[in-house]
Each structure stands twice: as structure tokens, then as C-alpha cells.
């Protein structure tokens, strides 16, 4: 189930700043049960491309282009928004608490570091004691871990499915699961674009990672365009076209660097209807190029406005893992689409446990930062 909710004026959004920081777990805890493991502390990366920076060799810095000098009035604007999801398909957030998060994926309970569960979990010890995996290990700058089995030995990946859509799930070293289900609200809103448009639409998935939204955009009936710089993540994303039997819907899976693809594609004259970004805070493309959040994303949010299409109905932009108001990206999304019209909606993605079953609400977890130009 997704919801939507803006706060009213006057309303403080939730989780403070909004920032998601590096999942530290606050205090030791007294004891090990698996609900109060100290968890890793990587960064939230995309298969291979995201870890903290090393003192190594320069690498190439990401390609320059002057910011375009917008003009007119900037859009309007809803604050604070706060889109909210209790599950869905194969997915729940079962509880929370002490620094760690407890998930229903298909058949498996996994609990995983989450560092803003400052609370104490609502179940018992037992029931996190027995999850199906946990993940564990060191907590060395790039977040490298290890999964721990406690009921018994499991696959590297299993079947599961969201907004109809089939995919894997994997237990990787970066804790991750080769899925954020925080995103589907925006993958719920894709959707319904696509579906009413009643016309050809082209998205551009930038930093797609495994794959899933460029496969419900693509079965909703868009040409799609899915770039990550990892092969392996672009690996993972034909996998799961191929366990759906999707080989033969409209994808282009590219490999390369985001910021040199779309400023080829900007030269090109190229147009998409909908463009989603999702960029990690660090990473590295493929030949060496870097990509810093904070430096770069002005700079990619102008190319991505001058490839919009004349009837665009999206810039949707998430940001993870970094200490900053969502106001800092709603301003430059204003800025961005200057003299556009239509609406900056920005705030958070938050998670909201529901137990057990499911289907019982509890406690919201606030995930990443958003922020979304509209037409109108």
C-alpha cells in the first residue's frame, strides 16, 4: 500500500533534516541477540560503483559543462511532502529498533543496520533471533560485510516480485538486497503516467542499479533507457528481464558513466518524457570518471532538464546517505526547472512498519530524500 501525505504548514517534516547519514550504530548495545547486532556502516551504494574514497591514483574528474542561466519564474511548490509505503508484493518492514531493521523479502525475514532506529523494537528478542539471515561483519569504510544464516544455509538469490514485476534478490557484501522498496512510490507514480499517457512515452532510468523500475516502466509500456556503470548491476538487471520473461519489452542497458551519457545525449538532441535519478553521494564510473553528490549534481540536474521532452511529465530525483535538508535539493530543483512551470514537490520516502501480518501499522522510517518537478 502507498500513501501519500504532504505536511501542513506549520508541520515539521519528519525525520528532522532529513538527512540519512552513514549507518552508525549509536551506543553499544549490552548484548548480542540478533535485534541488537552492531551493524557495518557502508554508504548506500549501486552494485560496485559506490564506496567511500580511498587515498589512491586521481582519477578522471567528471566531465564539465557551464550551468545553462535560466530565466522566468521559478515553479510552485509543495512542502513538506512525505510519500509513504506499508509494503508492497513481496515486501514489509516488519519492526525496527536499536539501530537495526527487521524485513519480510518473499519468504525470507532478513535484519539489516539502520542506523536512524533509535527506538527499541516493539517485538520480542526471539523473533529477530530467528530470522532467516542477518547481516553482520566489519565495518571498515566501504561497509564490506557478511551474511549469517541462522536457521539454515540459503541461495545467494530467490524470486520476488513488485507491482507485478519479477526480480531477484541477493544477498550482497554491501548489505543490500538488489532492491529499495522505499521507491515505489515513485515507481507507483511511473506507472500511472505511463499507463495514461495514451501516447509513446521514453523514460530515462539514470543510476538504475538491478533494474526494477526500468522493468515496471517498460511493462506499463514505455521505451525505456536504463544506464548504471556497474556490469555487474547491468548483469543483474537482464537477469531479472530474463526471470520475467521481459527479453522482448523496450529496454536499452547501458554501461557508462551517468553524467557522460546524458551529456552525449544532450549533444544528440535526444528527449525523454519522464527521467528518474537516483545518484549515490560517491562513486565511480567505469573508465575512472568520479562522481561527488554535492559537486556534480547541480551540473546533472541542468543536463537532465535540457533533455526533457516538450511534454515531459517528470524529474524525479531521490538522494541517499547524505547530512542535508530535502530543502537543499528542492531549491535546486526549483532553479533547475526555472521558466518550466509546473510544481517542485519535495520531502522525504518513508517506510512504515507493519508487523507481522503485514497489514498492521507502526512506526515510520524515514529512507532517503526526494524531490519531483511536475507540469502541473
Not at 505536511?7 to 533534516?17: E, I, S, T, V
Not at 526471539?126 to 557478511?146: C, P, V
Amino acid at each position: 500500500m502507498v500513501k501519500h501525505r504532504e505536511n501542513r504548514p506549520g508541520q515539521k517534516a519528519a525525520g528532522g533534516l532529513g538527512a540519512k547519514p552513514r549507518r552508525d550504530m549509536p551506543g553499544k548495545p549490552p548484548a548480542k541477540p540478533a535485534h541488537a547486532l552492531r551493524p557495518a556502516k557502508p554508504s548506500r551504494d549501486h552494485g560496485e560503483r559506490v564506496t567511500e574514497p580511498r587515498a589512491a591514483a586521481p582519477a578522471a574528474a567528471a566531465p564539465e559543462r557551464p550551468l545553462i542561466a535560466r530565466t522566468g519564474e521559478r515553479p510552485a511548490e509543495r512542502v513538506p511532502v512525505i510519500l509513504e509505503s506499508l509494503g508492497a508484493g513481496d515486501f514489509h518492514l516488519i519492526d525496527t529498533g536499536n539501530g537495526l531493521k527487521l524485513e519480510q523479502y518473499g519468504p525470507y525475514r532478513i535484519v539489516r543496520p539502520e542506523a536512524q532506529a533509535l527506538w527499541p523494537p516493539s517485538l520480542a528478542a526471539h523473533l529477530w533471533d530467528n530470522a532467516d539471515a542477518i547481516f553482520t561483519g566489519d565495518t571498515d569504510e566501504d561497509g564490506m560485510g557478511r551474511w549469517r544464516f541462522p536457521r539454515e544455509a540459503l541461495g545467494e538469490t530467490w524470486p520476488l516480485q513488485l507491482l507485478g514485476v519479477d526480480f531477484l534478490g541477493r544477498f550482497t557484501a554491501f548489505r543490500h538486497v538488489g532492491v529499495f522498496p522505499e521507491q515505489i512510490v515513485h515507481w507507483a507514480w511511473m506507472k500511472e503516467q505511463v499507463e495514461a499517457a495514451k501516447r509513446p512515452l521514453k523514460v530515462l532510468n539514470l543510476f538504475g542499479y538491478t533494474g526494477v523500475a526500468s522493468l515496471v516502466a517498460a511493462a506499463a509500456g514505455a521505451e525505456v533507457t536504463h544506464v548504471d556503470a556497474s556490469k555487474k548491476a547491468i548483469g543483474w538487471a537482464r537477469e531479472n528481464q530474463a526471470l520475467g520473461r521481459m527479453e522482448k519489452l523496450p529496454i536499452r542497458w547501458i554501461c557508462e558513466d551517468a553524467m557522460k551519457f546524458i551529456l552525449r545525449e544532450e549533444r544528440r538532441g535526444s528527449k525523454y518524457d519522464i527521467i528518474l535519478t537516483d545518484p549515490p553521494k560517491f562513486g565511480r564510473g567505469p573508465n575512472g570518471e568520479v562522481w561527488h553528490l554535492f559537486e556534480h549534481l547541480p551540473s546533472m540536474l541542468d543536463i537532465c532538464r535540457e533533455i526533457l521532452s516538450p511534454k515531459a511529465l517528470g524529474l524525479v530525483l531521490t538522494a541517499y546517505s547524505i547530512r542535508a535538508s530535502f530543502y537543499s535539493i528542492h531549491e535546486l530543483m526549483r532553479e533547475t526547472m526555472r521558466g518550466a512551470g509546473g510544481v517542485v514537490e519535495s520531502g522525504e520516502l518513508v517506510i512504515r512498519e507493519a508487523g507481522l501480518d503485514g497489514r498492521t501499522p507502526g512506526k515510520a522510517l524515514s529512507t532517503s530524500l526526494f524531490s519531483r518537478w511536475v507540469p502541473k
